[in-house]
Nanobody, 115 residues
Framework: QGQLAESGGGLVQPGGSLRLSCKASGRISSIFTMSWYRQAPGKQRELVASLTSGGTSNYADFVKGRFAISRDIRKNMVYLQMNSLKPEDTAVYYC?????????WGQGTLVTVSS
């Protein structure tokens, strides 16, 4: 099997930045198509950004121009650089990939944007 482990969340003021990290292990390689999702309290989980194995990135409209997804294959890591954070970005952020027919999710990392 494989696992994903997110880190890097925390409390940040509006307008600030954070970089989330996702460590892949086991049978999962960061070269797989990788995605970041988020879930705010009382809301459904939503796709934030994805990065295909071919290197194409896609972003939700609400983060375009502010967030950037990237990977480091040597370290087997995927990152989400978040800039110009807004209070509405507050959520638990999850890393996700597919292993065969199965979705694999990390445990999530909490990002709180507040003054």
């Amino acid at each position: 099997q494989g696992q994903l482990a997110e880190s890097g969340g925390g409390l940040v003021q509006p307008g600030g930045s954070l970089r989330l990290s996702c460590k892949a292990s086991g049978r999962i390689s960061s070269i797989f198509t990788m995605s970041w999702y988020r879930q705010a309290p009382g809301k459904q989980r939503e796709l934030v950004a994805s990065l295909t194995s071919g290197g194409t990135s896609n972003y939700a409209d609400f983060v375009k121009g502010r967030f950037a997804i990237s990977r480091d294959i040597r370290k087997n890591m995927v990152y989400l650089q978040m800039n110009s954070l807004k209070p509405e970005d507050t959520a638990v952020y999850y890393c996700k990939t597919n292993l065969g027919v199965n979705d694999v999710w990390g445990q999530g990392t909490l990002v709180t944007v507040s003054s």
